[in-house]
């Protein structure tokens, strides 16, 4: 499981342009749980791919990403209070 986190400066020129790419990059990977955050159930080629895609697009010089690696007992190192339910990512998704 790899949390990733990013604060894109959507003030900048092509801010918006960067978060909406951003954004549709790690939905590839994961699913969202937060605006600006989601959660990736990936091996590690993948978790370098993502890597490698995501410096292509931001601006390190404005923009923040955060990795967080949980490792394969992710489960009972999340907890969460509210409304914004998520489904398993390890259960099988219909589309």
Same mark, same amino acid.
Request: aromatic fraction near 8%; hydrophobic fraction near 40%; glycine fraction near 6%.
């Given at each position: 499981?790899?949390?990733?986190?990013?604060?894109?400066?959507?003030?900048?020129?092509?801010?918006?342009?960067? =978060?909406?790419?951003?954004?549709?990059?790690?939905?590839?990977?994961?699913?969202?749980?937060?605006?600006?955050?989601?959660?990736?159930?990936?091996?590690?080629?993948?978790?370098?791919?993502?890597?490698?895609?995501? =410096?292509?697009?931001?601006?390190?010089? =404005?923009?923040?990403?955060?990795?967080?690696?949980?490792?394969?007992?992710?489960?009972?190192?999340?907890?969460?209070?509210?409304?914004?339910?998520?489904?398993? =990512?390890?259960?099988?998704?219909?589309?």
């Amino acid at each position: 499981m790899i949390v990733v986190v990013y604060d894109i400066a959507i003030t900048s020129p092509k801010g918006s342009r960067r =978060l909406a790419r951003v954004a549709k990059l790690c939905g590839r990977y994961g699913q969202r749980v937060q605006n600006s955050v989601f959660e990736c159930l990936i091996d590690n080629l993948q978790f370098h791919q993502l890597q490698h895609e995501m =410096l292509a697009i931001i601006d390190p010089d =404005l923009d923040s990403v955060r990795y967080y690696q949980l490792g394969k007992q992710y489960a009972n190192k999340i907890r969460h209070v509210g409304t914004r339910e998520v489904e398993p =990512l390890d259960h099988a998704i219909i589309l």
